[in-house]
């Protein structure tokens, strides 16, 4: 089971008729001209998903600031993340984080994060000692890892191979997160993923899709409820 991330109407309209979604607003397209424009009615179509619970988290939404100008629109990121954790909270869904260059940022909200369900960190950027101080700052935290594994990402191998493993989940991001030489990701490249990652943890495929399962069901738990 997957969770696809939609962030238009469009997006939305296409991809729920597969498999469960989630909707946000990202950080890449935040910029004065959309917050002038387009946020209001993408933040009021989002409460309307929440309200007919049509979504099962809110995602990916977060920072990016990866280039100058995506960090030149860092107070509207701010204010396009802090209306959607508000959202989390209110409704009692997930969050899906989307963190680039600036996994810092988002140590500034544990006290928030803490009332939210669960965080799910979509291809966690950052190191072991940083996914292990934001376990300890009280965060309900899964971290997901994609190909970068099959890079051989120091600390993307470091976090799988050391994490509990009630706290990992997998992804391909399909059709991005490509490998050299390569121009889309297929969804079914999910089993090279757990193929690495039952090789760094030394269990079997078998065993690891088991806890895998159980921790969706646990992140994405009001879903199941």
Same mark, same amino acid.
């Given at each position: 089971?997957? =969770? ?23 950080? /890449?397209? =935040? ?11 993408? *933040? ?5 998903? +929440?309200?007919?619970?049509? #979504?099962?988290? #809110?995602? &990916? ?5 990866? %280039? ?17 954790? @508000? *959202? ?18 988002? !140590?500034?909200?544990?006290? &928030? ?13 950052? %190191? *072991? ?15 997901? !890892? ?11 191998? @470091? ?9 990992? +989940?997998?992804?391909? @991001?399909?059709?991005?997160? %490509?490998?050299? @030489?390569?121009? !889309?990701?297929?969804? /079914? ?10 090789? #760094? ?5 078998? &065993?690891?899709?088991? =806890? #895998? ?13």
């Amino acid at each position: 089971m997957a =969770v696809s991330s939609c962030h238009s109407k469009e997006d939305f309209d296409f991809l729920t008729g597969e498999s469960l979604a989630s909707f946000g607003i990202h950080p /890449q397209a =935040v910029n004065s001209s959309y917050m002038e424009k387009d946020f209001s009615s993408d *933040l009021a179509y989002l409460e309307s998903l +929440l309200e007919s619970k049509k #979504i099962v988290a #809110i995602g &990916e939404c977060g920072f990016d600031f990866f %280039t100058p100008d995506f960090k030149s629109t860092a107070r509207e990121q701010e204010i396009a993340f802090e209306s959607q954790l @508000d *959202l989390a909270q209110k409704y009692k869904l997930p969050l899906v984080l989307h963190l680039r260059k600036s996994i810092e940022k988002i !140590f500034t909200y544990s006290r &928030e994060l803490k009332k939210v369900p669960a965080v799910i960190f979509h291809s966690f950027p950052g %190191t *072991l000692r940083e996914a292990e101080s934001l376990k300890n700052h009280g965060l309900n935290a899964f971290f997901s !890892f994609g190909k970068p594994l099959l890079n051989g990402k120091k600390s993307a191998i @470091d976090c799988v191979k050391n994490l509990p493993v009630e706290n990992l +989940l997998f992804e391909t @991001d399909a059709p991005y997160q %490509t490998l050299k @030489d390569e121009e !889309f990701t297929s969804p /079914q490249e999910i089993e090279r993923v757990y193929r690495a990652a039952s090789e #760094i943890r030394g269990i079997s495929m078998e &065993e690891l899709a088991a =806890v #895998i399962e159980e921790n969706f069901t646990r992140a994405f738990q009001s879903y199941f409820a």
